[in-house]
């Protein structure tokens, strides 16, 4: 099977598809923030949340449904903020996924990757791992909002916790993008085989 990266290439491409999944996968849990209301876990992601507040008719009284799901519109987010994070990482994920997957056909297909190519790879995976950056970096500018200060004690604010943990998905998201940014994109510019040249 011919393949167009070199040895440090393939090393890229492993990485690379490993770096856009570790940011995919934390961008979609809804695991960013957590904290409790009512004596039940709650967590939050941009775009997600686990367990929320009804108001039950039968028994007069607020009780938490303990199941996670997405809001019901794109409004319903939280805060303007996490909107813009929601979309920024998002964009973010799937240039780094374009990448990786890419960087894995490359591995399988000749004269897919050239060393050009590979550093206009390298520059679009810091475009990505930078885009998520920025969704982190905005997220915490969320926890003002009415949702996170129920959960919170009422005593949150903006990069103030208050009673919740930065949950997991959050520093696996950040993870993935800070690889890619700064070590895939430094491979990408070794990863491609210089192309023959055809005397024609």
């Known amino acids: ?13 492993l990485l690379s598809f490993l770096c856009a999944a570790t940011s995919c ?32 008719e039968s028994r007069q009284m607020m009780v938490m449904v303990e199941e996670c799901g997405r809001y019901a519109s ?8 996490w909107r813009i994070c929601t979309i920024v990482t998002g964009l973010g994920c799937g240039l780094l996924l374009l990448v990786a997957l890419t960087a894995l056909m490359g591995c399988c297909v000749s004269e897919l990757i050239s060393r050009t190519v590979g550093r206009v790879a390298g520059g679009i995976q810091f475009l990505g791992g930078l885009l998520i950056g920025a969704g982190c970096a905005l997220y ?8 996170v200060r129920q959960t919170c004690g009422y005593v949150s604010g903006q990069f ?5 943990e930065i949950g997991w998905a959050y ?13 895939c994109t430094w491979l990408a510019c070794f990863s491609g085989k210089k192309q023959k040249q055809y005397p024609y």
């Not at 099977?1 to 491409?13: D, F, N, Q, R």
């Open 1 to 13: 099977m011919a393949s167009s990266l070199t040895c440090t290439g393939v090393i890229w491409a």
């Open 25 to 56: 996968v934390g961008f979609f849990m809804p695991y960013w923030l957590w904290g409790s209301q009512l004596g039940k876990s709650v967590s939050f992601g941009t775009f997600r949340r686990c367990s929320y507040p009804v108001h039950d």
């Open 74 to 81: 794109f409004q319903g987010i939280p805060s303007v903020e």
């Open 140 to 147: 915490p500018l969320g926890w003002d909002s009415e949702e």
């Open 160 to 164: 103030d916790l208050g009673k919740c």
């Open 171 to 183: 520093y696996c998201t950040g993870a993935g993008a800070a690889t890619a940014m700064l070590l």
